[in-house]
């Protein structure tokens, strides 16, 4: 440490500072850990030594849990998951870059192949004339001949031509498809990397916790009240997630049937029934019982929980939800109404696209990763419907989902229960 000193050596002296806070921690000693430890993150902060901060981090949020001060505890650990998740997150950007990389040059490789082809092609064209040309000045007398073959030879290459054409859309199509697929899976692994991982470490921190040291009833319930609401999201963004994935990559897949939609929304109601009750909002199912739907009814399940979710988000405190239905001649009208924060005219805009995948923080300060809204907007036109939003800041939001060609009338016994 006095080499250290002497040489100002702050990356030596953070190297030193770690390791001994760690032997500290191993012989159970947090206190004398603490210091060094603290010294040691000041250091890393101050030079930007990255790797060896992270280590610091970690060492320190040990140092307080074996002193059963789970606050500094929790708060060190946190920083240390933030700082990993960042390095893990550039790691695998580097990774990214030399895929993408990698798939340009593979890109520009096919091109090149193309375009000798097409010369190939156009070469063996041009040879092919020019001997059909000589043939026709040394045998005059075989003019119907050299006709007839000359005829059977443009008939030929433009069929080549029509062949090396369709090839080539071919292949313009597959390169589009792989770009297309590529980008998704890049959005893919960004969401997973950056929207999900955060709340699945907090997770496993508070778990590390409770599986390493005992507490008391308070802690717990605290905890596990903190877990439930982070699985929860979890859950429901997991599902959005693949639900969004499957239809970017396989395409959607109706099942169309008749059902009740009156029954379909009071299930998806009593799944947020309990985070209603705890935000004081009520739901209000005013959808006539009779009201039957021809449509998959998986999918406008998944419609109504994300437009319940999205309510019961943005609703305050003593809020309502209603859903309602009216029947036209060959459409049905559905109507989810909040009486939330509303959104302003750029929320609006944003709402429904692909490449910004729009979220805001709820009332509560719950989070979303944006998908909720995309999947509901693909599913409903995918149903042969349409959907519009009115909204008015400060004052509720109105949902509108328009499907035509509707039955009036549905026999009893084909109904899905």
């Known amino acids: 440490m006095q080499l250290a000193d ?68 929790y708060s060190y650990q946190s920083q240390f998951i933030k700082l990993h998740d960042s390095l893990e997150s550039h790691k695998k950007q580097e990774q990214l870059s030399v895929a993408q990389a990698t798939f340009d040059s593979e890109r520009k490789q096919s091109q090149i192949e193309i375009l000798t082809r097409d010369a190939a092609l156009q070469q063996e064209a041009y040879n092919q004339q020019r001997l059909l040309t000589y043939a026709f000045i040394g045998f005059a007398v075989l003019l119907l001949i050299f006709i007839t073959v000359l005829w059977f030879n ?50 496993k921190s508070l778990m590390e916790l409770i599986s390493r040291h005992g507490l008391t009833q308070g802690e717990f319930i605290q905890v596990s009240q903190s877990l439930r609401k982070n699985i929860d999201s979890v859950y429901d963004d997991m599902d959005n997630l693949l639900q969004w994935a499957q239809s970017q990559l396989n395409g959607l897949k109706l099942k169309k049937e008749h059902f009740s939609l009156h029954s379909l929304v009071s299930d998806k109601m009593h799944l947020f029934q309990e985070v209603a009750n705890a935000k004081r909002v009520m739901l209000v199912n ?65 709402l429904f696209h692909k490449e910004t995948h729009f979220s805001k923080r709820g009332t509560n300060n719950e989070k979303g990763i944006g998908l909720g809204l995309i999947l509901t907007k693909e599913f409903v036109e995918a149903n042969g419907g349409s959907i519009s939003v009115f909204s008015e800041l400060g004052k509720g939001t109105i949902f509108s989902i328009r499907l035509d060609n509707q039955p009036k009338e549905v026999k009893e016994a084909t109904l899905v229960a």
């Open 286 to 350: 005013s959808v006539e019982e009779d009201l039957v739907l021809f449509a998959d009814m998986n999918q406008m399940g998944l419609v109504l929980r994300n437009l319940i979710a999205n309510g019961v988000k943005f609703s305050s405190p003593g809020g309502l939800l209603e859903i309602s239905a009216v029947r036209g001649d060959t459409n049905v009208t559905i109507e989810v109404k909040d009486r939330g924060v509303g959104m302003t005219d750029k929320d609006l805009v944003n």
């Open 154 to 203: 443009n008939k030929r290459l433009h069929a080549a031509k029509k062949i090396v054409d369709f090839k080539n859309q071919e292949i313009k199509k597959q390169t589009t498809l792989l770009r297309e697929t590529n980008a998704t899976k890049d959005k893919l692994f960004s969401i997973i990397s950056h929207d999900l991982r955060s709340p699945i470490a907090g997770m």
């Open 6 to 73: 002497n040489s100002s050596n702050s990356y030596l002296k953070i190297s030193l500072l770690y390791r001994l806070g760690g032997s500290y921690n191993l012989i159970k000693k947090p206190h004398q850990a603490i210091p060094l430890l603290k010294e040691a993150i000041a250091i890393g902060e101050k030079h930007g030594y990255k790797d060896e901060l992270e280590r610091s981090l970690k060492s320190i949020a040990e140092s307080y849990t074996q002193l059963n001060d789970y606050k500094s505890a």
